[in-house]
């Protein structure tokens, strides 16, 4: 029943490599986000969307991706996988009615490694 | 910019004493929301409170803060850690139309024993 759900969970890919990220989720929520996580530097906003097939960079889009081809689904991409974004991605979503006040909802992550 | 700051990266507590982790904030908007969320190993983060009222103490799981747009503070605070609390803490700030958060760098909270 979890409401953000990211798949895979954890890959390994090489470098240069194609990587593309999935997540799903079912709160209707029309905002969504990619996020990665690296120690001392907590979360960094990729790539954000507010709705289905639209994106919008966020902090750090540099290497990314993003496609928003539904409300429900937002997938990361990474077209030439470099050593520098191993780091775990987590998903979310928010619900726009509630502006600034919105709460966002975390999927469970993907731990991505690139060799 | 719009920023939030965690000055502190790592805090080590005893079981049973109280818990205290600095957030400020710094915005040219007004209207600031403030948030915590936590994460805790293995899990997902998580929204653990929120407010936007200022001088108003808010509350929940044991936690409370205030925010204090005077200062531009909205530190994080539970009279007795208990060693479930060990987890990563954020601070965030939302202002402005596009609804976007802003992190603080985030504290890991470690209780021992």
């Known amino acids: 029943e979890a409401a953000v759900t990211q798949s895979p969970r954890s890959k390994v890919a090489v470098t240069g490599g194609k990587v593309t990220l999935s997540c799903h989720q079912t709160?209707?929520?029309?905002?969504m986000y990619w996020y990665r996580q690296d120690t001392g530097h907590g979360l960094r906003l990729i790539h954000y969307?507010?709705?289905?097939?639209?994106?919008e960079k966020g902090d750090i889009p540099d290497g990314y991706k993003a496609s928003r081809p539904s409300q429900e689904n937002f997938s990361l991409i990474l077209e030439l996988a470099s050593l520098s974004q191993t780091a775990v991605y987590f998903c979310?979503?928010?619900?726009?009615?509630?502006?600034?006040?919105?709460?966002?909802?975390f999927g469970p992550g993907t731990r991505l490694t690139v060799l | 910019g719009d920023s939030v700051t965690q000055k502190e990266g790592l805090v080590t507590l005893t079981e049973g004493l109280p818990v205290m982790l600095n957030c400020t904030y710094q915005?040219?908007?007004?209207?600031?929301?403030l948030f915590w969320y936590v994460h805790y190993l293995n899990e997902s983060p998580r929204l653990l409170l929120k407010?936007?009222?200022d001088n108003k103490r808010t509350e929940h799981q044991g936690f409370h803060a205030t925010l204090h747009k005077s200062s531009s503070s909205f530190h994080l605070q539970k009279s007795s850690a208990q060693l479930s609390d060990s987890a990563l803490y954020y601070c965030?700030?939302?202002?402005?139309?596009?609804?976007?958060?802003?992190w603080g760098s985030g504290t890991k909270l470690i209780i021992k024993p």
């Open positions: 979310a979503s928010s619900d726009a009615g509630l502006a600034n006040y919105a709460e966002q909802f």
């Open positions: 709160n209707n929520h029309d905002y």
């Open positions: 969307s507010y709705v289905a097939d639209s994106t």
């Open positions: 915005t040219i908007y007004s209207n600031a929301f």
């Open positions: 407010s936007s009222t």
């Open positions: 965030a700030l939302s202002v402005g139309s596009n609804y976007q958060l802003i």
